[in-house]
């Protein structure tokens, strides 16, 4: 993980960057902890459908997976496609390695990247905010989802499910 980046790095900062840059740490390391925790699963398991909001685990990790492109793309500055993804290995896959380059990208910028705006123009919604509320949002999201990946597995019958709170890294994983 980028996390002996960070602790070497934080003395200067504000707590506002810290938080950001500890919280990509976080997010990668419990996607990190979630896949490995799925990899074993049938893929038929993981794709069978029920009543949520996304109809399986792995649309429902598809859908994570699209939103941390999209935001990135927008921190970034680049152009976000939509895309299909393949199998379940190939969606765990680009999770990790996106959640790997969002943190590497979030731990290299400094206060006044956290602090500018950024104008976004979508068919969704249209917002001018500074680019931690951005950063918040697209880890409180992929958070919010890995809670529902979770309850869809206690619905299949998979239980074990591994701690990923925020706490929990802080304390025991980090």
């Not at 996607?31 to 699963?41: A, G």
């Not at 793309?73 to 380059?101: A, P």
């Not at 976004?120 to 809670?147: A, C, K, M």
Request: hydrophobic letters at 40%.
């Amino acid at each position: 993980m980028i996390q002996e980046q960070l602790t070497a790095e934080t003395m200067e900062e504000t707590s506002l960057v810290y938080l950001m840059k500890n919280y990509a740490n976080y997010n990668f390391w419990a996607n990190l902890t979630l896949v490995n925790w799925l990899k074993p699963h049938p893929e038929a398991l993981l794709e069978q459908e029920v009543l949520s909001s996304f109809k399986s685990v792995k649309l429902t990790l598809a859908h994570i997976l699209q939103a941390q492109e999209y935001w990135y793309s927008i921190l970034t500055k680049t152009e976000f496609k939509f895309r299909e993804y393949g199998s379940l290995n190939d969606i765990f896959d680009s999770l990790l390695k996106q959640s790997e380059n969002l943190a590497t990208y979030i731990t290299a910028i400094g206060e006044n990247k956290f602090n500018e705006k950024t104008e976004i123009q979508s068919p969704w919604f249209t917002s001018d905010f500074e680019n931690f509320e951005y950063v918040l949002h697209v880890f409180n999201h992929s958070t919010y989802h890995r809670g529902q990946i979770i309850t869809i597995c206690h619905n299949l019958g998979i239980t074990g499910a591994p701690m990923t709170d925020y706490n929990f890294y802080n304390v025991v994983a980090k």
